[in-house]
């Protein structure tokens, strides 16, 4: 009652509803009735639309036991618990109230299993555009891709787009760097024909500093979805020279290992098909001296090899490329590592081809070859590379030097081991 009176703007209503909170009568009641599920479901929803976060609940009669259910009603993901809650919400015509809860209680961890899994239920349901409206969706689309299923996600932005003119809403707005996983998503659900979104997204991405290039190279935010999905609706679009400005300082801190994470923002590949070739050519001779210029006593990172060894491809070749060339081939087979030797297995098969002899004249090059092969001790894996890397620049492939021991002394009856 007091719920209704409240909703309906009647003086003194929601100061009620607050003292019988704050003085512990409402709790005291939700224990009294645990059992009452439907009862329970909007008492709990009357606590947490009046007082979120549940603090300051005083020692009254049983208030206490009843704290205790509606925290256990927080941490449901009961089906009939969360069915009982969501009817309420579907009662008042409240379901904005959800995400008020959310916002109070949130932390590192996420909504609370109750919100959580409420917020999945009418995603589900035909209720859906009543809880996530378009501006719900550019608030806050990164809490819902967490709580929701992929698909699920999915299919809320794609019926956003058709129906509720979700594109229209971020156009409006402007362009956010920091949404660029929002706008992969609706990239990918968009159909072709919508070339306005597309248009104005292209020219979003080309308005990007240097700088702000770097802070998405460092993070692991949307920016792989980001250009991935740019790139399937407009295969013509081509970065500017903020980006390719960008890479080669990002390469500098990653060669030596200063900056890694896991899954790196951005694949090479999606590079060579989104920087022009003539920016392309500049950037294999900025790699290739990066590399080269790495101290002898720092290891070149393998995720360096892992991210821009494809992109380590002038064209031609200037005198420095080929200093640098030798410089990293003689280092990597020296420390022997899985990816920098299979990044140089291709460098060499690739120099075959345009029959290029820069590693094949080089003595020291395919001498640390064969002392490479010469281990017993290498993977499996950097021995297949290294002999094809033999193969490739005429070196003679050694067998592996395996110690010997002496088999041990049968002895004749009557002698001993000092004999």
Same mark, same amino acid.
């Given at each position: 009652?007091?719920?209704?009176?409240?909703?309906?703007?009647?003086?003194?209503?929601?100061?009620?509803?607050?003292?019988?909170?704050?003085?512990?009568?409402?709790?005291?009641?939700?224990?009294?009735?645990?059992?009452?599920?439907?009862?329970?479901?909007?008492?709990?929803?009357?606590?947490?639309?009046?007082?979120?976060?549940?603090?300051?609940?005083?020692?009254?009669?049983?208030?206490?036991?009843?704290?205790?259910?509606?925290?256990?009603?927080?941490?449901?993901?009961?089906?009939?618990?969360?069915?009982?809650?969501?009817?309420?919400?579907?009662?008042?015509?409240?379901?904005?109230?959800?995400?008020?809860?959310?916002?109070?209680?949130?932390?590192?961890?996420?909504?609370?299993?109750?919100?959580?899994?409420?917020?999945?239920?009418?995603?589900?349901?035909?209720?859906?555009?009543?809880?996530?409206?378009?501006?719900?969706?550019?608030?806050?689309?990164?809490?819902?891709?967490?709580?929701?299923?992929?698909?699920?996600?999915?299919?809320?932005?794609?019926?956003?787009?058709?129906?509720?003119?979700?594109?229209?809403?971020?156009?409006?707005?402007?362009?956010?760097?920091?949404?660029?996983?929002?706008?992969?998503?609706?990239?990918?659900?968009?159909?072709?024909?919508?070339?306005?979104?597309?248009?104005?997204?292209?020219?979003?991405?080309?308005?990007?500093?240097?700088?702000?290039?770097?802070?998405?190279?460092?993070?692991?935010?949307?920016?792989?979805?980001?250009?991935?999905?740019?790139?399937?609706?407009?295969?013509?679009?081509?970065?500017?020279?903020?980006?390719?400005?960008?890479?080669?300082?990002?390469?500098?801190?990653?060669?030596?290992?200063?900056?890694?994470?896991?899954?790196?923002?951005?694949?090479?590949?999606?590079?060579?098909?989104?920087?022009?070739?003539?920016?392309?050519?500049?950037?294999?001779?900025? =790699?290739?001296? $990066? /590399?080269?210029? !790495?101290?002898?006593?720092?290891?070149?990172? %393998? +995720?360096?090899? @892992?991210?821009?060894?494809?992109?380590?491809?002038?064209?031609?070749?200037?005198?420095?490329?080929?200093?640098?060339?030798?410089?990293?081939?003689?280092?990597?087979?020296?420390?022997?590592?899985?990816?920098?030797?299979?990044?140089?297995?291709?460098?060499?098969?690739?120099?075959?081809?345009?029959?290029?002899?820069?590693?094949?004249?080089?003595?020291?090059?395919?001498?640390?070859?064969?002392?490479?092969?010469?281990?017993?001790?290498?993977?499996?894996?950097?021995?297949?590379? =290294?002999?094809? $890397? /033999?193969?490739? !620049?005429?070196?003679?492939?050694?067998?592996? %030097? +395996?110690?010997? @021991?002496?088999?041990?002394?049968?002895?004749?009856?009557?002698?001993?081991?000092?004999?």
């Amino acid at each position: 009652m007091l719920l209704d009176l409240k909703s309906l703007g009647i003086p003194n209503a929601p100061e009620t509803l607050d003292q019988i909170i704050k003085d512990g009568h409402l709790f005291h009641c939700m224990y009294l009735f645990r059992n009452k599920q439907e009862l329970v479901a909007t008492l709990v929803y009357a606590a947490l639309v009046t007082h979120p976060t549940l603090d300051g609940v005083p020692q009254a009669g049983q208030s206490q036991e009843g704290l205790g259910v509606a925290e256990d009603w927080l941490a449901t993901e009961e089906p009939k618990k969360v069915n009982s809650f969501c009817q309420v919400l579907e009662l008042r015509q409240d379901y904005k109230s959800l995400f008020e809860i959310a916002d109070a209680r949130h932390d590192q961890d996420g909504y609370d299993p109750l919100i959580a899994m409420s917020v999945k239920s009418i995603a589900e349901s035909n209720r859906w555009p009543q809880l996530i409206t378009t501006d719900v969706i550019a608030e806050r689309w990164d809490e819902l891709e967490d709580e929701l299923r992929e698909k699920l996600f999915s299919n809320v932005i794609k019926e956003s787009i058709k129906s509720y003119q979700l594109c229209e809403k971020l156009m409006a707005q402007g362009f956010k760097l920091e949404d660029a996983g929002l706008y992969s998503h609706v990239l990918n659900s968009t159909e072709d024909s919508f070339h306005n979104f597309v248009g104005w997204y292209s020219q979003g991405v080309l308005g990007l500093s240097k700088e702000e290039w770097l802070t998405q190279l460092r993070s692991q935010d949307g920016m792989a979805n980001f250009l991935s999905a740019l790139a399937s609706k407009e295969p013509t679009f081509r970065l500017n020279s903020s980006f390719a400005d960008a890479l080669p300082e990002f390469a500098a801190k990653l060669v030596t290992a200063e900056e890694i994470s896991d899954t790196l923002s951005i694949k090479s590949r999606m590079w060579q098909k989104s920087l022009p070739s003539e920016l392309l050519a500049h950037l294999a001779s900025q =790699l290739l001296g $990066i /590399a080269a210029r !790495v101290p002898s006593e720092q290891d070149i990172s %393998e +995720v360096f090899f @892992e991210v821009f060894g494809d992109l380590m491809e002038p064209s031609p070749m200037s005198n420095d490329d080929r200093d640098h060339i030798k410089t990293i081939a003689n280092r990597v087979v020296t420390r022997g590592e899985p990816l920098a030797i299979e990044w140089l297995k291709n460098k060499v098969n690739a120099l075959r081809e345009q029959n290029n002899p820069l590693l094949n004249t080089d003595d020291t090059f395919r001498r640390r070859i064969q002392d490479a092969l010469a281990s017993q001790d290498l993977d499996q894996n950097v021995r297949t590379f =290294l002999n094809e $890397i /033999a193969i490739a !620049v005429n070196v003679d492939i050694p067998k592996p %030097e +395996v110690d010997v @021991e002496a088999p041990d002394k049968v002895l004749t009856e009557g002698e001993s081991e000092d004999d």
